[in-house]
């Protein structure tokens, strides 16, 4: 059968929500005092909004095939991203053929490697693969698992990170991440209220459900051990992101220090199979956490992925929603998934990149058959009521 050409690529931004969970307004658990590495000053401690977590914005891309088909990817990288796709990416799709993934792929990467190599370039490169893996699936008319080799279980289990796991239990979850409230710059204070959070949470789901810590590169090693010791005392399953992503040193330090049984997870701000390389050859983590639209896409995260297992580890992306969903029930080393509570108060569960797109699934009862995953493509389309701006539509 001749596959359709490449005959259109499109970049759009889009404000609120969507791919940029950050990118919220008005009160939100998300932005409410979470540590960071901009907590040391003050200004910038109660508010992520305030230092600009929100600044890049959703990218949404388009890339049209000969035959009128559209495959759609989305992606943290706003206008920065649309300017990235447009200008300079485009010409290594546009006249392609829609099966040339692999090559499209690496053009991508090695065209831009001179200002790129991680960062809002690969979140583009991510989301323009993103688009031409859901048009593949729509033209073969099979959902994107299925072209990665198929489910190896029938449904998929969640945990959820939020402000409330005692909600999350309540909703069938797993587990629940926690954000960590305070960083080093408040002090012994500010460690003492983080372990009363954690032994208050453990108070109020029992002792089998799994509590993790996400500390968003806001520590430094003193604090992390620490911070793991107490926490081991009310069972922390795993203590995540604990150090700056460049301190691979500092996470293999900290990895032989925490308590036996806790884990160390890292990987969401790591990109492409060489920045994992990294992580597991110098024993980092216990499981590694691409996020699919910032890592890569989904063809680097099959290289990510088998690498993380010829290593004995778990790959258990970040957030990525319905991108995590058809990567994961492919995967034996991919045993659970994620989603970020989108809801204000942690206390629904909404679709993970709600309301740019519609027809995504949805966890219930923290679980989700395989059959949810069966449409064509990632089986989703964007929301004609979100307004999506185009700011550099090729000439
Ligand atoms: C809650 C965390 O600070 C962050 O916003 C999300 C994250 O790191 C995760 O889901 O993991
Ligand atoms: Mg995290």
């Not at 992606?75 to 649309?82: D, L, Q, S, V, Y």
């Not at 926690?178 to 032994?199: Q, R, S, V």
């Not at 700056?244 to 806790?262: E, F």
Request: hydrophobic share 40%; net charge negative; charged share 25%.
């Amino acid at each position: 059968m001749a596959m359709p050409t490449i005959k259109a690529v499109r970049a759009y931004t889009v404000r609120g929500g969507g791919a940029d969970y950050h990118d919220t307004q008005g009160y939100h658990w998300i932005d409410d005092h979470i540590a960071t590495p901009m907590a040391r000053y003050e200004e910038y401690r109660q508010s992520r909004r305030s230092f600009g977590i929100n600044v890049l914005g959703t990218l949404v891309i388009e890339v049209e095939a000969s035959d009128g088909t559209v495959g759609l990817g989305v992606t943290t990288a706003g206008e920065i991203g649309a300017f990235i796709v447009e200008k300079h990416l485009s010409r290594f799709l546009i006249g392609r053929q829609v099966t040339e993934i692999e090559k499209i792929w690496d053009q991508m990467y090695f065209a831009t490697q001179f200002y790129g190599r991680k960062g809002v370039v690969v979140n583009t490169i991510s989301g323009v693969d993103i688009a031409l893996w859901d048009l593949l699936g729509k033209l073969r008319g099979e959902p994107v698992h299925a072209l990665l080799g198929g489910p190896v279980r029938d449904e998929l289990q969640f945990y959820a990170t939020g402000a409330r796991p005692d909600l999350a239990k309540e909703m069938g979850f797993i587990g629940g991440k926690l954000p960590l409230l305070h960083g080093p710059a408040e002090g012994d204070e500010g460690l003492k209220k983080n372990i009363e959070k954690l032994a208050d949470m453990r108070s109020k789901v029992g002792d089998d459900f799994w509590l993790m810590y996400d500390c968003w590169m806001s520590l430094d090693l003193n604090y992390s051990i620490k911070l793991a010791q107490k926490a081991q005392e009310f069972g922390l399953k795993w203590i995540e992101e604990c150090l700056s992503p460049d301190d691979y040193w500092g996470y293999a330090d900290l990895k032989r220090n925490v308590p036996k049984g806790m884990l160390v997870t890292t990987g969401e701000h790591e990109a492409t199979r060489w920045g994992f390389r990294m992580l597991l050859e110098m024993d980092c983590c216990d499981i590694i956490q691409p996020d699919v639209n910032w890592c890569g896409g989904i063809t680097e995260l099959i290289k990510i992925s088998a690498l993380a297992d010829a290593h004995g580890k778990l790959m258990v992306p970040h957030g990525s929603g319905v991108y995590s969903y058809h990567f994961v029930i492919t995967r034996h080393n991919s045993p659970f998934t994620e989603i970020i509570m989108s809801a204000p108060n942690a206390d629904e569960v909404r679709p993970a990149f709600s309301p740019l797109l519609l027809d995504e699934p949805v966890p219930v009862n923290g679980r989700m058959k395989a059959s949810a995953l069966d449409k064509p493509g990632f089986g989703v389309r964007l929301n004609p009521e979100v307004k999506l701006h185009r700011p550099y539509a090729a000439a």
